[in-house]
T-cell receptor, first 114, second 111 residues
Framework: DAKTTQPTSMDCAEGRAANLPCNHSTISGNEYVYWYRQIHSQGPQYIIHGLKNNETNEMASLIITEDRKSSTLILPHATLRDTAVYYCIVRVLHGSSNTGKLIFGQGTTLQVKP | DAGVIQSPRHEVTEMGQEVTLRCKPISGHNSLFWYRQTMMRGLELLIYFNNNVPIDDSGMPEDRFSAKMPNASFSTLKIQPSEPRDSAVYFC?????????FGPGTRLTVT
């Protein structure tokens, strides 16, 4: 699986949009971009994933550049509960099943401040 | 939906003792993953199963670690004998399609 690069930490004001960047310059054509987050002392939580089109769900939006070498996770209105470590991961999906593994890096520690 | 259930939540044991961690995946999920998290090494995949069959155990640190999945609703991770360097939080996750759902973890302390 391709390696990702993320900033170590970021701050965001409560109520503002949080934009978390991720570089994955060696991504292959069949690799998806995944985002997970881990709130302190809890297990990681799935946020969103995409291949090449932008994606949006109830938690966040994922913007993938046209060359797919980088992406941005957007939390549109950050709250204090969004303070967590955010992991960007690229991986291959084998068919429709989840037989691929996730390789977690160090992630970005997002601190949402009042 | 109860989510992924892990037990115990906390385990303190002495070096040399056997430790067994348990996981009940979400009903209907066909993949199960065991992870270990430490400050030094971050979150590492140890082993994963698909339809109860071990697919990739390359992350298992050594022969002291073993994992089983006797049926679709139960898995164990065993460490025998345990060592202080095994102290970590162990997460179990299950999946049906694209996303993995993680349990609350077992915090293991080996003294």
């Amino acid at each position: 699986d391709a390696k990702t690069t993320q900033p170590t930490s970021m701050d965001c004001a409560e109520g503002r949009a949080a934009n978390l960047p991720c570089n994955h310059s060696t991504i292959s054509g069949n690799e998806y971009v995944y985002w997970y987050r881990q709130i302190h002392s809890q297990g990681p939580q799935y946020i969103i994933h995409g291949l090449k089109n932008n994606e949006t769900n109830e938690m966040a939006s994922l913007i993938i550049t046209e060359d797919r070498k980088s992406s941005t996770l957007i939390l549109p209105h950050a709250t204090l509960r969004d303070t967590a470590v955010y992991y960007c991961i690229v991986r291959v999906l084998h068919g429709s099943s989840n037989t691929g593994k996730l390789i977690f890096g160090q992630g970005t520690t997002l601190q949402v401040k009042p | 939906d109860a989510g992924v259930i892990q037990s115990p939540r906390h385990e303190v044991t002495e070096m040399g003792q056997e430790v067994t961690l348990r996981c009940k995946p979400i009903s209907g999920h066909n993949s199960l993953f065991w992870y270990r998290q430490t400050m030094m090494r971050g979150l590492e995949l140890l082993i994963y199963f698909n339809n109860n069959v071990p697919i990739d155990d390359s992350g298992m640190p050594e022969d002291r670690f073993s994992a089983k999945m006797p049926n679709a609703s139960f898995s164990t991770l065993k460490i025998q004998p345990s060592e202080p360097r095994d102290s970590a939080v162990y997460f179990c996750a299950s999946s049906k399609r694209y996303e993995q759902y993680f349990g609350p973890g077992t915090r293991l302390t080996v003294t």
